[in-house]
Each structure stands twice: as structure tokens, then as C-alpha cells.
């Protein structure tokens, strides 16, 4: 079993493992073509979605019903601008319906001055912690901050409601992560201090946050890190990363743990642009790593770590894959049916061609150093 004191020798990145493929079999994890995007929410884009979840990862149900964060903005011109405007919408699945609840957070609560992505944990008592990422600072003008947080609430036979005041979970320490504090960035390319993702380990019962971190001991433009937390009896304590990919990639975003058949998969998504020039870039998808014990070492599945891309005939259909406690995956539905026309010669798809809502859902089967899409 894991060590929880382990994480407090003196940092050493030659511990880390490393992310470094050097193929994809892109055929094997295509996913199959979306046709259709029917908005859930007609007035607003959506796109990072996560479930209020238990603790052993699986989707929280309250008579019936499931809860879902994902992230919001109006309908603007160009739908890249949405991170600029982003706040956490909370809406309930009833069945086949999805209803929204309005604001997860009341206006004014966030530190930040937009809410960017995170995970959501239903605890024994009722109690929701809601874990996010501040970007920017409140009332200062935007930036690419990123600082991780988390806020406590109640779920009742009517919802979630009654939140607390938001707690900053740890900050970077320049060392083993870089301090995010850009003002100004190109997508793709700023540097990482976000996506909270709560794990329990089951072989410890101790409980840790993965985040998608940059290394702190590398300044390569391509050094993604997956950023572990660890709970101590005052708070949390920043660990080592689990998995670094200095040289490689530059974002490995929204990594989550889950445990399957005694093993620990490690799931995040990243993009073609997000590469070196210098590595073998793989497709915008669905990674994992996995191990035999939280601390690893960290082993690429399917020998590269690819688990289910968009396909070659639409790149960029799809993004930010979410595995649930139960293997079944759920993104959110960016650029399709493009057809092979470029932006450049058909401005008019930035907009009319962006998905902005939840993309086709699907499930994994998980064989040991493998995992594939379950056809």
C-alpha cells in the first residue's frame, strides 16, 4: 500500500513518471462520428462537465435524480471567447432530461473572476464539496491565474443548496509546479494550475486531488504535469506530480483517478496543437496512465496512453472527457461537421459549427495494462 508520508522526501523529478510515447494506433480508439448537436441549454454553451459523485467515484443519485456541473457563457460570436466569461451552471439529469438549476455558485462568492472546471463530491452526511478553479482575481481585469479551491453546500430531496464560503486548497510552490499568473495567453499554450479532481484511495482510504499542473523544474514551453494533493489533519499538502511530460505536451488537462480489477487509471485529455514539435503528437482524446499503487510507476495503457480520439475525419469534434466510477464517459461536443473546411475560408463555423453541449456518450472496458471503447 501507498505511503501517505512517501510525498515528503525531498522532490527529486527523476521520480516522476514519464509520459514520452512514441506511436498511436488512432484506428483502434476512433470514435465514431457525431451528426448531430441539439443544445440542452439554447442560450448558453457548455462544455468541462463533471457529476456530483460518492466517494468511491460513482454518480451520486438523489431520488432519481443526478447532478451535473458544467461550465457556462452566453452565446457569444466566437465561442473562444467563452473562457472569458465562464461560471459553473448546476443541472440536474432526471432521466433523459436534463433541467437546468441555474448558477452553482450565488454571483460574488467565487475569489476568482471566472469559475473553470473542477469535481463535485457527495460526502455520507449530505454534504457537497464542490472543488474549482479560480481564474483571474475578482474585480481585477482577467488574467490566466489559476488558483484551486473548494466550497461546501447540502444536498436535499430539493437540491443542492446552503454554500459555505470558498477555502483555497493549497497554492503552487515554484518548485514542483509553476505559479500560473499569466495575464495574458494563447489557448493552448498558457501554463496550468487547475481542474481539481477529488480521489479516494482505496487502498489508504487517505484522499487526494489531482490537478493539471506545468512543472516548476523545467521551463520547456511543452512541460505538462499531473499535480497531486493530499490531505493532512490541518488542511492539504502539495505533493510531488504523479506523471510529467516535460518536452512532450504542454496541457494534460482534467485528470481524474479511477480504480478498476486492483489497478489505478489515471485518465486525462490533451490536443494535437498542445505537443512539441519535437514529440509524436497524438489526436485530440482521451489518455491514461496506469499503476499498480497511487505513487506508481505510471505505464502508458495500450503502450501509448490513447483511449479514444476524435475521428481523423472530424479532429475536433469533441473535448474534455469525463470517466465516471462505472467506466461510462461523457465530453462535451466543440467543433463537428466541419467537413474538412477551415475557419480561414469559412469564418461562419466558428460559430454555427460549435457544439457548446454534451457529446454522445460511451463506455470503456478495462483489461489490465489495457482499455479500450467498448463497441
Known amino acids: 500500500m501507498a505511503d501517505p508520508d512517501q510525498f515528503c522526501a525531498p522532490f527529486d523529478p527523476a521520480r516522476i513518471s514519464r509520459w514520452a510515447p512514441a506511436s498511436f494506433d488512432r484506428a483502434a480508439a476512433s470514435l465514431p462520428l457525431i451528426t448531430d448537436a441539439k443544445p440542452i441549454l439554447v442560450d448558453l454553451d457548455l462544455w468541462d462537465c463533471w457529476p456530483l459523485e460518492t466517494v468511491d467515484g460513482r454518480v451520486a443519485r438523489r431520488n432519481g435524480r443526478e447532478y451535473w456541473f458544467f461550465l457556462s457563457a452566453p452565446r457569444l460570436p466566437d465561442p473562444g471567447q467563452r473562457h472569458d466569461h465562464a ?32 469535481s463535485a463530491v457527495l460526502w455520507d452526511d449530505d454534504r457537497v ?3 474549482f478553479t479560480a481564474a483571474g482575481r475578482a474585480g481585477d481585469v482577467p488574467s490566466f491565474e489559476q488558483r484551486l479551491f473548494e466550497v461546501d453546500a447540502r444536498l436535499d430531496d430539493t437540491g443542492i443548496s446552503g454554500w459555505g464560503a470558498p477555502r483555497e486548497i493549497v497554492a503552487s510552490d515554484g518548485e514542483r509546479y509553476v505559479a500560473a499568473r499569466e495575464l495574458e495567453g494563447v489557448p493552448g499554450a498558457i501554463k496550468a ?9 482505496p487502498a489508504t482510504g487517505h484522499d487526494h486531488i489531482l490537478f493539471a499542473g506545468s512543472a516548476g523544474w523545467n521551463a520547456d514551453p511543452h512541460n505538462g504535469v499531473v ?17 510529467e511530460a516535460v518536452g512532450i505536451n504542454n496541457e494534460l488537462e482534467r485528470p481524474h483517478i479511477r480504480f478498476f480489477g486492483g489497478h489505478y487509471y489515471l ?16 489526436p485530440n ?25 476524435n475521428p481523423a ?18 465530453a462535451f ?7 474538412a473546411r477551415g475557419f480561414d475560408t469559412n469564418p461562419e463555423l466558428v460559430r454555427n459549427q460549435f457544439g457548446g453541449t454534451p457529446a454522445p456518450l460511451f463506455a470503456l472496458d478495462f483489461n489490465g495494462e489495457r482499455v479500450t471503447i467498448r463497441r
Open 87 to 118: 461560471r459553473i451552471r448546476l443541472i440536474a439529469r432526471d432521466g433523459g432530461d436534463w433541467i437546468d438549476l441555474g448558477e452553482a455558485l450565488p454571483d460574488g462568492a467565487n475569489p476568482g473572476s471566472r469559475e473553470w472546471a473542477g
Open 129 to 131: 464539496t464542490l472543488y
Open 193 to 201: 494550475f487547475r481542474d481539481p479532481a477529488f480521489f479516494r484511495d
Open 227 to 243: 499535480g497531486l494533493v493530499t490531505r493532512v489533519d490541518d488542511g492539504w499538502r502539495l505533493d510531488d506530480p504523479l506523471v
Open 267 to 282: 485518465f486525462f485529455s490533451t490536443q494535437a496543437r498542445t505537443f512539441s514539435p519535437a514529440a509524436v503528437a497524438g
Open 285 to 309: 482524446g482521451l489518455y491514461a496512465m496506469v499503476a499498480d499503487r497511487l505513487d506508481g510507476p505510471w505505464r502508458a495503457v495500450n503502450g501509448s496512453g490513447l483511449v479514444a480520439a
Open 313 to 330: 475525419d472530424e479532429p475536433i469534434q469533441a473535448y474534455s472527457w469525463w470517466v465516471d466510477g462505472d467506466g461510462e464517459v461523457i
Open 333 to 339: 461536443i466543440d467543433h463537428w461537421g466541419l467537413q
